[in-house]
């Protein structure tokens, strides 16, 4: 072992011109993984660091629907607790009927707190003054962006439900804003004690009640409640889950990028196992030599191996310093975007995980071609100058190799927060090289047998694809597997884009008006029908509920899969009705009679029924205002959630829940010229009434959904890029090769366009077979996320495609125009004299 | 000039010369200064001509051809080759004449490695536009004994048969003008001593002008002229 670092030290020192590539490709993946990775632990290190004040306190007691109980109060504070409770809301903010914006609504986030708010931190107001002053005479804080929607500014008044406040200041800084965070409506804050006076909080209203509190001991709080207030399906939550919602989020991005990422490693793995071979083509003389002087083929492997790793060492720090100190660097830039600030540092565990990543890429690419090498015996490697095709390396070196690769993927899928996606994705990445590399093979086997076709100078192109030692598979993964990567995500964004914009004209409402309250609904009715542009109404009745059991099992026992258990977490709506909806299509089950008056019956989702193991016949328990409600489970429907329409998962007979306090929920479809004066229709007249226009929650989505995609696609960019250099390697690889060629056929009498024409020719068939995989891939790949990740319709988008076909086209004709140019620019003769 | 009876000068008159070359000179730039490789050559060559160029190593015979076939850029003087100024022409003006008129064999054979035997000798054939490429390409190789190793690579087959593989090449457009640089210096005496047969063999076939760099006497000796190149000039010119 000490001789081969001896040679293989000998042998770096002079160069190791050809694995630069080695070097960049890793480089790149490693960066583009540890950056991620790294980014994420510090938003994660930012939620940790600031989680009691994100969270309001150092736990906080969500009570859902229900006010906080008396008795829940007095507890906590035996318990030596300092509590402070908030509500929240959603609601419409009107301007004054005179000024600039007369009379315009603005849908908010509602946030009435008491006067111990914010246990932890500080609230930010401009003009700087206390909360108590604030909220003094129906003051209110708004953010900023209230104030430029409706024109308004300090001191103006506004009428929030039945009540007018004036503004008095800017809300800058909200310690638990994460924790209470509405995509839907920018924040208004009040005091609790001026919410009564809205008239907001009419029975049934769809509002959220807390209590945060500070105490000695949080965590014996905590671990009492259930016991002493057993049943009551409250949310207790520590500063290490202060905002749940947000580091799902987070993960599920990072599990993105980190596949992307991945993505782009594989394709850095391509660059690697060609700058291998390509290396080992040029050093075989030196190989062959030392084979002859009586070098060993496991001497002339290890040699070779120290060489390559110690270059892939090189490559991978490279990666991990670049995906260390990015997310540093960018932190400023990303502030904006992240829901916390990210906390700048050095996250070791990321940056393991993207070492691990790339040296098991480089071991399962190098270990092949190096293997190869080993095996030649010195005399043939004279004969002909390069590592004859076909030749695999020993047995036990496969079996290595096999092994690495399993490795690979086991910490693929053991290193994701969704092993089954992570599963899946190997699975697909494996296709992918599959088809790329059939792709190849077809593409050799049918230029070899159009080999009459054309000019000469097609004819040439054409069989350069099918020579010995072509490049071809490798071209058209390297071109192409980013490409792909960069199609998948086009695509899913493409159609989630064209989702929110189809659903919008056909049939989705204009406006879902909740808070109805049962005598308001016949005036409600009256003033949209009397709207002009014919508006089409639907109202029904919305309770909340929160299940409490499935099948007798109690719901944090009840085992549901990961996409359905959503439904089991807090309180949910719930609707009842003596005729099936609409469109209702029953999978199972009957629909009650219309006069029925029996024992509580419910039809439920089909999908989320599927989730939770529930049958016709079964039993769910629900608790609706306090009190424990059986429903039977009489039939299943087929609820498409897509039209955006009133949809409950559970519908209940009517009977008992019609009885029980609860407001009504409404649609409203009308032309968007109508929009404003409904709106202003209904809450001139019904203040508290809440008008949600689907159009700004639609809007307010895509804009989320484009933050996500631009990160993928700038992701994804990598993975091109890293494509490029596989690419920018194959082409130099080949160079010497393509530079006799040219010269020999100059010198049989080919002129410059003749031999620029072959390769082009040559490169853009390539790209053209490179971009029909590529969006073939592409299309599996955004089916298989929308179809089994999103659960929605997968919409086919020509143009991407023909995007993706024409980039590839571009890609290859780009590089092989550079590449011929450096060719053609050769002078003959001193090659011709040389050899 | 120390020359024989039988010399003739570089630049005698000769009816219809197919190649006429005045005052060529050739200098490259190098670290150390400038090489002068060629001083000013004068040589005419008649159609139909074999001539052999000899001179030590070094002396610019390589670089002579070169120039003459186009592909090396002189510094300065004329080359005409059938009429046409070499030295005036475009890359693609001397693709072209190379092409039609120039058949070139190499020491080192230069064959496209990736080719099969049959494809390396289409391929000038094929860029000409000649549309049965295949057929005149296979009838070449049968002329020089290789019908049955047409799909042959390169590097599976011996020396000597590449080199019949090139001047099959060679021959394979009908060129006026053969250009030969040590066509046997990388072959056996035995092999070397065939494929020079067949060389001359299919020169009298075609009756090609041959201009042949050797440091064979023996092969020079076939020729019709001897010109001895030496430190960039003619030295001497002597009849066969």
């Known amino acids: ?454 000019g000469p100078a097609a004819r040439l192109g054409i069989a350069n694809l099918h020579r010995p030692g072509a490049p071809t598979p490798l071209m058209l993964l390297s071109a192409g597997l980013g490409l792909s990567t960069l199609a998948a995500v086009a695509l899913i964004q493409g159609n989630m884009a064209r989702q929110i914009q189809d659903q919008l004209p056909e049939n989705a409402p204009s406006f879902f008006f909740v808070d109805i309250q049962n005598d308001q609904a016949p005036a409600f009715e009256k003033i949209v029908a009397t709207q002009p542009g014919r508006p089409e109404m639907h109202i029904v009745p919305s309770l909340r509920a929160r299940v409490v059991a499935v099948k007798g099992v109690p719901v944090d026992q009840v085992k549901a899969t990961p996409d359905t258990a959503w439904a089991l977490r807090g309180d949910r709506g719930l609707t009842y009705a003596a005729m099936p909806p609409a469109g209702t299509r029953l999978v199972a089950g009957h629909w ?39 429903l039977k489970v009489a039939s299943l429907r087929d609820i498409n959630w897509r039209t955006l329409g009133i949809n409950f998962f559970m519908v209940a007979s009517p009977g008992l829940l019609a009885h029980a306090p609860h407001s009504n929920i409404a649609t409203v479809k009308l032309p968007r010229a109508e929009e404003g004066a409904l709106l202003r229709a209904v809450t001139d007249v019904l203040p508290n009434v809440t008008g949600i226009r689907v159009r700004d929650v639609l809007g307010a989505l895509a804009g989320l959904l484009n933050q996500v995609a631009a990160a993928l696609s700038i992701t994804g960019g990598v993975t091109l890029l890293a494509g490029a250099f596989v690419l920018v390697g194959a082409i130099a690889a080949g160079q010497r090769r393509r530079v006799r060629e040219a010269v020999i056929l100059k010198t049989l009498g080919a002129t410059r366009a003749q031999i620029r024409a072959a390769w082009l020719t040559e490169f853009g068939i390539l790209g053209l077979v490179a971009g029909l995989i590529a969006a073939l891939v592409g299309s599996a790949a955004s089916y298989g996320v929308m179809h089994y990740i999103l659960h929605t319709d997968w919409i086919f988008l020509p143009a991407t495609l023909i995007y993706t076909l024409m980039g590839a086209l571009a890609i290859m004709l780009v590089f092989g125009y550079a590449g011929t140019s450096a060719a053609l620019r050769a002078r003959p003769a001193p090659l011709l004299r040389n050899e | 000039m120390d020359a024989t009876p039988h010399a003739l000068p570089s630049s005698a008159p000769l009816a219809e010369p197919l190649v006429r070359i005045r005052g060529l000179t050739l200098t490259v730039p190098s670290a150390a200064g400038p090489v002068h490789i060629l001083r000013g050559v004068d040589l005419d060559i008649a159609k139909g001509e074999a001539v052999a160029l000899v001179g030590p190593s070094g002396s610019g015979k390589t670089s002579l051809l070169m120039v003459l076939a186009g592909l090396e850029r002189a510094t300065g003087g004329s080359v005409t080759v059938d009429g046409q100024t070499v030295t005036d022409m475009t890359e693609d003006a001397l693709a072209k004449l190379r092409r039609e008129r120039i058949g070139i064999v190499f020491q080192a054979f230069h064959l496209i490695p990736t080719m099969t035997a049959l494809e390396n000798v289409s391929v000038p054939l094929e860029l000409a536009g000649i549309r049965d490429a295949a057929s005149r390409a296979r009838s070449a190789l049968d002329s020089v004994g290789l019908g049955h190793r047409l799909i042959h690579l390169p590097g599976q087959l011996s020396g000597g048969e590449q080199q019949r593989v090139a001047l099959a090449r060679a021959f394979a457009p009908e ?66």
């Open chain 1, 1 to 454: 072992m000490t001789l081969a670092f001896r040679l293989a030290r000998r042998e770096l020192r002079g160069g190791v011109r050809g694995l630069w590539i080695v070097v960049l490709c890793l480089a790149l993946g490693v960066a583009v993984i540890a950056a991620v990775g790294s980014l994420r632990a510090a938003v994660n290190a930012g939620l940790a660091a600031d989680g009691r004040a994100l969270l309001g306190g150092d736990l906080a007691i969500d009570t859902g629907p229900e006010p906080v109980p008396g008795a829940l109060r007095q507890w906590l504070a035996g318990q030596g607790a300092r509590t402070s409770e908030v509500v929240q809301m959603r609601s419409i903010l009107v301007a004054p009927p005179s000024g600039r914006s007369a009379g315009q609504r603005q849908l908010v986030d509602l946030k009435a707190v008491d006067a111990a708010w914010p246990l932890v931190g500080t609230a930010g107001i401009d003009p700087s003054q206390t909360l108590p002053a604030a909220f003094a005479d129906h003051g209110m804080l708004v953010e900023q962006i209230v104030l430029d929607r409706l024109g308004l500014k300090r001191g103006d008044s506004v009428r929030l439900g039945t009540a007018t406040f004036h503004i008095a200041g800017v809300l800058t800084a909200e310690p638990d804003r994460v924790a209470t965070a509405s995509i839907l409506g920018p924040r208004v804050l009040i005091s609790a004690a001026d919410l009564g006076s809205t008239g907001l909080l009419a029975p049934g209203a769809m509002v959220r009640y807390a209590v945060r509190l500070t105490a000695p001991h949080p965590a014996a709080i905590a671990a009492a409640i259930p016991d002493r207030f057993p049943g009551q399906g409250w949310r207790v939550r520590d500063p290490g889950d202060a905002a749940p919602g947000v580091t799902r989020f987070i993960d599920q991005i990072a599990l993105f990028l980190t596949l992307v990422g991945l993505t782009s490693l594989l394709v850095g793995g391509i660059g690697v196992a060609n700058g291998v071979r390509a290396w080992l083509d040029a050093r075989a003389r030196t190989i062959a030599t030392l084979r002859c002087l009586g070098a060993s083929p496991a001497l002339v492997f290890a040699v070779c191996l120290i060489q390559v790793l110690a270059l892939a060492c090189v490559g991978i720090v490279a990666g991990l310093l670049i995906g260390a100190i990015l997310p540093m660097a960018a932190s400023g830039l990303l502030s904006g975007l992240l829901p916390v600030p990210p906390v700048a540092g050095v996250y070791p565990l990321p940056l393991a995980l993207a070492a691990g990543f790339g040296i098991l890429i480089a071991l399962c690419f190098a270990l092949w071609p190096l293997g190869r090498a080993a095996r030649i015996p010195g005399g043939a490697l004279f004969r002909d100058g390069l590592i004859p095709e076909g030749t695999r390396p020993s047995w036990p070196l496969v079996i290595v190799n096999v092994l690495l690769g399993g490795a690979l993927v086991a910490l693929t899928i053991l290193a994701s927060g969704d092993r089954r996606f992570a599963l899946w994705f190997c699975l697909a990445a494996l296709a992918t090289l599959v088809l790329f590399r059939a792709g190849g093979w077809l593409v050799m086997r049918g230029s070899r047998m159009a080999g009459g076709v054309g």
């Open chain 1, 592 to 630: 009650w009679p219309p006069t029925y008056d029996g024992p509580p019956l419910v039809s439920f989702d089909a999908g989320l029924a599927q989730g939770w193991g529930v049958r016709v016949g079964d039993v769910i328990r629900v608790n609706v205002l306090g009190r424990d409600v059986d």
């Open chain 2, 175 to 240: 060129p006026g003008l053969l250009l030969a640089d040590e066509p046997t210096g990388n072959l056996d005496q035995a092999t070397g001593e065939q494929v020079i047969d067949l060389l001359f063999a299919m020169r009298a076939r075609t009756g090609a002008t041959l201009l042949l760099i050797t440091h064979d006497p023996g092969l020079a000796a076939r020729c019709d002229r001897q010109v001895h190149i030496a430190d960039g000039r003619v030295a001497e010119a002597v009849a066969a």
